[in-house]
Nanobody, 123 residues
Framework: VQLQASGGGSVQAGDSLRLSCRAS????????VGWFRQAPGKGRELVADVNRSGIATNYRDSVKGRFTISRDNANNRAYLQMNSLKPEDTAVYYCAASTRVSGRYWPQDYNYWGKGTLVTVSS
């Protein structure tokens, strides 16, 4: 399966963005999906993830209450709604898909990656 993330941009602090991840070459349904980000000079970190059905979600503490992950299996898409953006959210954001049934926290736990989309938040 191929993944393509889109929806990034340059915004002001407090603004919102909605990232989209489109799967092609196969269905998204079989995969656990995660959104990662990588800021300049830093490692890639998991922002949020969602299980195959879309029911169970997890968020890193710094985005809880501001970001919402969701998926639309019928249309092979996943989303990351980002509200109340902060300058520290500035990073390249990646969507990824995992075949693992547990332990999906680290980048190496994910099998498929899309090219990232840049989010820049200015104060």
């Amino acid at each position: 399966v191929q993944l393509q993330a889109s929806g990034g941009g340059s915004v002001q602090a407090g603004d919102s963005l909605r990232l989209s991840c489109r799967a092609s070459g196969g269905a998204l349904r079989p995969y656990h999906v995660g959104w990662f980000r990588q800021a300049p000079g830093k490692g890639r970190e998991l922002v949020a993830d969602v299980n195959r059905s879309g029911i169970a979600t997890n968020y890193r503490d710094s985005v809880k209450g501001r970001f919402t992950i969701s998926r639309d299996n019928a249309n092979n898409r996943a989303y990351l709604q980002m509200n109340s953006l902060k300058p520290e959210d500035t990073a390249v954001y990646y969507c990824a898909a995992s075949t693992r049934v547990s332990g999906r926290y680290w980048p190496q736990d994910y099998n498929y990656w899309g090219k990232g989309t840049l989010v820049t938040v200015s104060s």
